[in-house]
């Protein structure tokens, strides 16, 4: 039915300025304002809308994945942003001291971060 019919993802944020510097200026996307929020343009045609909420609760769930060639260069380059990356160490997710986590199964490599917002996002080094 929706094979051939373009679509697009969205989340909310509380401050949709901070939310405009962060994926703008931080993560280099290009971005932009709307009357109801701000559309990311990602790589590929893809966009992403962020709108205001005034009801705003962070999910514990990855909002957004970023494929890299290269995640040792992905994980600097972001750190020399002043992101930092999330630790995990539970049950089948451990990260390293960089807070990259390595599986035999899935993608070679994952490293997960924040943004302002609280929202999980993540680089991925697919095999």
Same mark, same amino acid.
């Given at each position: 039915?929706? +094979?051939?019919?373009? %679509?697009?993802?969205?989340?909310?944020v509380? $401050?949709i $300025? &901070?939310? /405009? @510097?962060? #994926?703008?200026?931080t !993560? =280099?996307?290009? *971005? &932009? &304002?709307?009357?109801? =929020?701000?559309?990311?343009?990602?790589a590929?045609?893809?966009?992403?809308? *962020? #709108?205001?909420?005034d009801?705003?609760? %962070?999910p514990?769930?990855?909002?957004?994945?970023?494929?890299?060639?290269?995640?040792?260069?992905?994980?600097? =380059? !972001? =750190?020399? +942003?002043g *992101?930092?990356m999330? +630790? #995990?160490?539970?049950?089948?997710? /451990?990260t $390293? &001291?960089?807070?990259?986590? @390595?599986?035999?199964q899935?993608?070679? %490599?994952?490293?997960?971060? /924040?943004?302002?917002a609280?929202?999980?996002? %993540? *680089?991925?080094?697919? @095999?």
């Open positions: 039915m929706f +094979r051939d019919t373009p %679509a697009f993802s969205g989340f909310s509380p $401050d $300025d &901070e939310a /405009k @510097r962060f #994926y703008g200026e !993560l =280099g996307l290009e *971005v &932009e &304002e709307n009357p109801e =929020g701000l559309t990311l343009h990602l590929g045609g893809t966009r992403v809308f *962020v #709108y205001p909420s009801s705003y609760t %962070a514990k769930h990855t909002v957004l994945n970023f494929t890299v060639d290269d995640i040792y260069a992905a994980v600097d =380059g !972001l =750190g020399e +942003r *992101v930092t999330e +630790r #995990y160490d539970m049950p089948g997710i /451990k $390293d &001291e960089r807070g990259i986590f @390595r599986s035999d899935g993608p070679a %490599a994952i490293a997960w971060f /924040k943004d302002p609280d929202h999980v996002l %993540a *680089v991925i080094q697919e @095999r």
